[in-house]
């Protein structure tokens, strides 16, 4: 197979030269706040339309929102790539800063206009929903009204989101500080949290198992930042519900992606009552490695004895490939990704850890971060974030209002394009023992979605319960993080990771409340959507496509009835979706009998 020689950094100089010294970047901040000081004006002089003829205003403040709203998320985007590519440029920081109050006056802002929307009379509302000019965004605009007639006085939601930049964001910063400066030694190496990360793979135990005391020990030896960091945000958080009323604390993530609790019930339900083949996948895996007992450190061991590294440019040719059988559209927008080098994947000192895909919504782009280091699970990973950037792409043409979508239905198509690559992976297996790596490799993603998940979201639902009466210490919050990785991993495991909590960064996010959830929705949801794509071939993409327009303009309820025909309330769909899991399972543990 010829291979095209793909770049492995990006290329940000596309939105702005000069990266974080860039002039062109300060200028258009300033822009930015120049706009937000005449939205600002506009909104304080708009009054509740009395009728649906009286809208010329409201139409004008929705456009001013849309290119402002444009111009963070680009901005925002920018910032994020320059802080991930070199954690220490302390420029980029400073910007972040800037930023943070930009979105904050933003914020507030669009809270005095929901505050405005909730003052219109339902009669009138109703007529402008179903008028021409809003019938696209009414499903948006509606649910904006709704979530503002449950928030407290639009003076005190300022106040709170004013407080908030140097309180609760500036708690968020703080971690991503301390991470940054956190080095491990390894064979008289000093490696970054990201590279000692990657070590968790290695083929010998021994690597595995002293990665990991450092690791537990390196961050324990900081944990009482992170506790003070971990206690002060869901102080926030907490403190914010109790003054609106909200006595659930799943109320907002629930909200924020457009579900119910009955559904959320019904997925976690299906995945509990199908665990014991996991745990038996988790035995099998033990009895291949030689132990009486997995540990945490076991849980991203190799089991087959390969050693197919692959170099960047064959993982994006064998995505390609992969993608070419699903559709044109995916195809086509991959190549474009790769060859106008979207993507950051070099191994180098310095970066941030994990990886992640932003939208640049000016410039109708995207770009990627990760660290590439030729495993499988890293083509896995660009396969994923590549499903990221194709779902923004897909709704190039929706109204900016209707692409708000939640984090569930992100997770979606990430996780669609990444079946697609670890399927292909699985049946184009040059040998027995790629073969079993590969097929491994997906079976340690359902570990992670129904087991690691889980667990995170135990830990941090029983973490906030506690929070209520105080502060938790740190003895105590790696008590509850080993309490519930023994439920999740339904005691399979016989070391665990008790200071797990301090080194997941979604505990820390601030823009996202149990960001963990999500994840395993978009997994399942993808895995219905997989189905049906196989079913249907490549004539499926264009209704793949209608489906991910669709994402962020009703709840996952409507979305699942309208593109799949099944009700997500119920446990069926999550059953069939769990199901189709268990035949990798199924398959790893028969090759290994």
């Not at 890293?378 to 209002?401: C, I, R, W």
């Not at 995170?456 to 919050?477: A, C, D, Q």
């Amino acid at each position: 197979m010829s291979t095209n020689t793909y770049s492995l950094t990006w290329d940000l100089e596309a939105f702005f030269k000069g990266g974080s010294e860039s002039t062109e970047f300060s200028l258009y901040i300033e822009e930015i706040g120049s706009l937000l000081t005449t939205l600002e004006e506009q909104v304080s002089q708009f009054t509740a339309p009395k009728n649906s003829n009286d809208v010329t205003n409201l139409a004008d403040i929705i456009e001013n929102i849309q290119i402002v709203g444009k111009k963070l998320s680009q901005s925002g985007g920018f910032i994020s790539c320059l802080q991930a590519q070199n954690m220490a440029d302390q420029k980029a920081n400073l910007l972040r800063g800037t930023l943070t109050q930009l979105f904050a006056k933003f914020s507030t802002i669009l809270t005095t206009f929901h505050d405005q929307l909730t003052k219109v009379e339902e009669s009138v509302w109703n007529e402008i929903l179903n008028s021409e000019e809003f019938k696209e965004i009414a499903f948006v605009l509606n649910e904006r009204r709704q979530k503002a007639n449950e928030l407290l006085s639009v003076e005190q939601e300022a106040l709170i989101t004013s407080l908030s930049v140097d309180g609760y964001h500036g708690w968020g910063q703080m971690y991503d500080t301390v991470v940054g400066k956190m080095e491990i030694e390894h064979n008289d190496k000093t490696l970054s949290v990201g590279q000692a990360s990657n070590l968790f793979s290695s083929k010998d135990r021994s690597v595995r198992k002293d990665i990991f005391e450092k690791w537990e020990e390196t961050w324990g030896n900081e944990s009482d930042y992170f506790a003070k960091i971990l206690n002060h945000l869901a102080g926030f958080r907490l403190s914010v519900y109790g003054q609106r009323g909200w006595n659930k604390v799943l109320k907002e993530p629930l909200a924020i992606n457009r579900m119910s609790q009955e559904t959320l019930d019904a997925m976690w339900g299906a995945i509990i009552d199908n665990k014991a083949p996991f745990v038996e996948y988790l035995q099998r895996k033990a009895q291949l490695l030689g132990v009486e007992k997995l540990s945490w450190y076991d849980l991203d061991a190799p089991v087959a004895d390969v050693d197919s590294t692959v170099s960047y440019s064959e993982g994006a040719e064998f995505i390609l490939e992969q993608f070419k059988q699903f559709g044109d559209e995916l195809t086509d927008f991959t190549k474009m990704a790769f060859e106008d080098s979207w993507i950051e994947a070099e191994d180098r000192a310095g970066k941030r850890p994990g990886g992640f895909c932003t939208g640049f919504p000016e410039s109708n782009q995207s770009r990627i971060f990760m660290t590439y280091s030729g495993t499988p699970s890293n083509v896995s990973t660009l396969a994923h974030e590549l499903g990221h950037a194709f779902h923004s792409y897909a709704m190039k043409d929706v109204h900016t209002l209707n692409k708000s979508y939640a984090m569930n239905v992100a997770e979606t198509a990430s996780t669609f394009a990444e079946m697609i690559v670890a399927d292909a992976a699985v049946k184009n297996a040059k040998s027995d023992q790629e073969r079993l790596a590969l097929l491994e490799d997906k079976v340690q993603r359902s570990v992670a979605f129904y087991m690691n998940i889980h667990a995170r979201f135990l830990f941090e639902t029983r973490f906030y319960e506690e929070r209520k009466n105080g502060i938790v210490s740190k003895n105590r919050i790696n008590d509850l993080m080993e309490e519930a990785q023994k439920e999740a991993y339904c005691g399979a495991l016989e070391e665990y990771h008790p200071h797990f909590w301090a080194s997941k960064l979604h505990f820390y996010i601030t823009g996202v409340p149990f960001y963990n959830f999500p994840y395993t929705f978009g997994y399942l949801f993808s895995l219905g959507i997989y189905a049906k794509a196989l079913e249907e071939g490549k004539s499926y993409e264009q209704k793949y496509i209608a489906l991910l327009k669709d994402t962020a303009s009703m709840t996952v309820e409507e979305l699942a009835q309208k593109h799949l025909g099944v009700d997500l309330t119920k446990r069926d769909f999550w059953e069939s979706a769990v199901k189709l899991s268990l035949k990798d399972v199924e398959e790893f543990l028969s090759i290994t009998e």
